[in-house]
């Protein structure tokens, strides 16, 4: 049973920045993808960034690109999403997880386990 711990959200700035960070365990699959994704009030969640635990290749959405930057580290259990120029449509709860047997992928449906989610609020 893998289980991921997100940390980082809070209060920031428009124009600000921040650093989400995910911590998994219990992973056994060979490679994975790990991604973050979001829920924004009246929307579906959305896929944010993935990165692959190959070759720590990110893949983005159109609405973060120039403005994101996902790592992982060296034992492939630690994930950073480091976000600038923040806004109000960048309020939501920010999830973190894995899908195991994948190299990039957005799409919420592969994805296998979940962490329990971190808000994040852009506000002065």
């Known amino acids: 049973q893998v289980q991921l711990v997100e940390s980082g959200g809070g209060l920031v700035q428009p124009g600000g920045s921040l650093r989400l960070s995910c911590k998994a365990s219990?992973?056994?699959?060979?490679?994975?993808?790990m991604g973050w994704f979001r829920q924004v009030e009246g929307k579906e969640r959305e896929g944010v960034a993935c990165?692959?635990?190959?070759?720590?290749?990110?893949n983005y959405a159109d609405f973060v690109k120039g403005r994101a930057f996902i790592s992982i580290d060296e034992s492939g259990t630690t994930v950073d999403l480091d976000m600038n120029n923040l806004n109000s449509e960048d309020t939501g709860v920010y999830y973190c997880?894995?899908?195991?047997?994948?190299?990039?992928?957005?799409?919420?449906?592969?994805?296998?386990?979940w962490g329990q989610g971190t808000q994040v609020t852009v506000s002065s």
């Open positions: 997880a894995i899908a195991l047997g994948f190299f990039h992928t957005l799409e919420e449906n592969e994805y296998d386990y």
């Open positions: 219990g992973i056994t699959s060979d490679y994975y993808a």
């Open positions: 990165v692959s635990s190959e070759n720590g290749s990110g």
